[in-house]
């Protein structure tokens, strides 16, 4: 199993253009999330999903988008990037939902705005 | 909501030292806590966690971690740490359905 797949790896942007971060896993998780990781500030969340054609907000959803097609792909959409959006961006999945679920997580997007 | 704190944000140990790495959270019921390892670039790994049951908690790389419910606290130990150890470790508090709550982060240093 390759777990939780995400590319790319490292990506600049210029400010307005837009871009998706894709993820992957073949765990046939349900749930997968979306984490940005500033320093110093730990992950936050930006959206979730806990099935294919169902997702939700997360902590900080803001200037993304979301869309889950199939149980395996949970890509997410930046639109009009902007500096404030750099950051280390992490796709995660678990098999069940609720507080006590383990995470597995990808390697990490690394995106810089300027 | 709930809320995690992480008190220190660089700890420098001998290799061969005892570690102890603080965490701290807020939550009005008892909490699903974790312990979560990250190398550098890349993701987060689970080390351990803590749902019910006894207080002293077991995980992989020789780590543990005990819950103390009247401190509000869930600090991760290392008897004796390798080199392979230092890396930044997060504590999460998970409650509710799909929230989880991570702490800033402890950067771990290991010296020869």
């Known amino acids: 199993n390759a777990g939780v797949t995400q590319t790319p790896k490292f990506r600049i942007l210029k400010i307005g253009q837009s871009m998706t971060l894709q993820c992957a896993q073949d765990?046939?998780?349900?749930?997968m999330y979306w984490y940005r990781q500033d320093p110093g500030m730990g992950l936050k969340l930006i959206y979730y999903s806990v099935g294919a054609g169902i997702t939700d907000k997360g902590e900080v959803p803001n200037g993304y988008n979301v869309s889950r097609s199939t149980t395996e792909d949970f890509p997410l959409r930046l639109e009009l990037a902007a500096p404030s959006q750099t950051s280390v961006y992490f796709c995660a999945s678990s098999y069940s939902s609720g507080a006590g679920a383990e995470q597995y997580f990808g390697p990490g997007t690394r995106l810089t705005v300027t | 909501a709930q809320s995690v704190t992480q008190p220190d944000i660089h700890i420098t140990v001998s290799e061969g030292a005892s570690l102890e790495l603080r965490c701290n959270y807020s939550?009005?019921?008892?909490?699903?806590l974790f312990w979560y390892v990250q190398s550098p670039g890349q993701g987060l790994q689970l080390l351990l966690k803590?749902?019910?049951?006894?207080?002293l908690v077991q995980g992989i790389k020789g780590f543990e971690a005990e819950f103390k419910r009247s401190q509000s606290s869930f600090n991760l130990r290392k008897p004796s740490v390798h080199w392979s150890d230092a890396a930044e470790y997060f504590c999460a508090v998970g409650a509710g359905n799909n929230d989880m709550r991570f702490g800033a982060g402890t950067r771990l240093t290991v010296k020869p």
């Open positions: 939550y009005g019921a008892t909490p699903y």
């Open positions: 765990m046939n998780h349900n749930y």
């Open positions: 803590y749902f019910s049951g006894d207080t």
